[in-house]
């Protein structure tokens, strides 16, 4: 009854698909409105079912495709007021972005479609930048934490008991401080409001596991960074090394520019 899609994942843009029963939405929307309405297309669904967007931060991989879906489609846009604030700010339709607007709050639910989402805040270098625990009638609940620093007690308990997650594995430290970022960006990205580590989340998988987690997507892998491989196996041995056993979770990796079924 539930599937979930990330439609692009990584510093390019990112944009995830949640369908259940009538109700499908997006979380992010970092791609163009071309591209979304073509991943959603190829799933056999239309883009003019769309009940909304969940907007997690307002870093352009994560809103760029936010202007071009308002123009076709007057659909709700969620998000926090410090996310709000900065898109308003960007958008040279800025009339039709507040109608669309609808702010959301740390630890209230709000209803999309049949199914409700829960925002938590999420350590990042963006104000108000959060992660979302969305809830199915049948009890399918999917948790979302993308471009997080480090692993704080808010992010553990947004994804706690969450049977889906989707969690940034951003990069191997290694590869990052030999690798080609300037010193500036390599600290942003390895600082406690950057990017998380796939040693950081595998090491929260193996906690969220004990709590019933089945279905992983390894999401917002850094280009030059990290290699799928790397990811994989750093994750998977993080589970191992803190006494928890992979197998007992499908893992699977989010695609830069390919949609990638998660459940
Ligand atoms: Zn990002
Ligand atoms: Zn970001």
Not at 18 to 34: M, N, P, Q, R
Not at 56 to 62: A, E, L, N
Not at 63 to 90: C, D, F, N, Q, W
Request: charged share 20%; glycine share 8%.
């Amino acid at each position: 009854m539930l599937q979930v899609y990330s439609l692009a994942s990584g510093s390019a843009g990112n944009c995830i698909y949640i369908k259940y029963g009538e109700t499908s939405f997006l979380v992010d929307a970092g791609i163009s409105y071309h591209r979304i309405k073509k991943a959603i297309a190829s799933l056999g669904d239309s883009i003019d079912a769309l009940q909304g967007v969940l907007i997690t931060h307002d870093h352009s991989d994560h809103t760029r495709g936010v202007e071009g879906l308002l123009k076709k489609h007057t659909i709700p846009v969620y998000t926090t007021l410090a996310t709000a604030t900065v898109l308003y700010a960007s958008s040279p339709c800025r009339e039709r972005m507040t109608a669309c607007v609808r702010t959301v709050d740390f630890g209230y639910s709000y209803d999309v479609g049949e199914v409700y989402f829960i925002p938590f805040p999420t350590p990042h270098d963006a104000a108000g930048s959060v992660g979302f625990r969305i809830v199915c009638p049948n009890g399918d609940t999917i948790g979302i934490a993308t471009d997080v620093g480090c692993v704080t007690s808010q992010v553990a308990k947004g994804l706690t008991g969450c049977n889906v997650v989707i969690l940034e594995s951003n990069h191997d430290p290694d590869m990052l401080w030999t690798g080609p970022y300037p010193s500036h960006l390599k600290k942003r990205v390895a600082s406690d409001v950057g990017h998380l580590s796939n040693q950081a989340c595998g090491e929260l998988l193996s906690t969220l596991i004990k709590t019933g987690t089945t279905d992983v997507a390894l999401f917002h892998l850094s280009k030059e960074n990290n290699t799928e491989r790397i990811a994989m196996e750093t994750v998977r041995c993080a589970i191992i090394g803190c006494g928890e056993d992979p197998d007992k979770v499908c893992i699977k990796i989010a695609k830069e520019k390919e949609t990638v079924q998660v459940v």
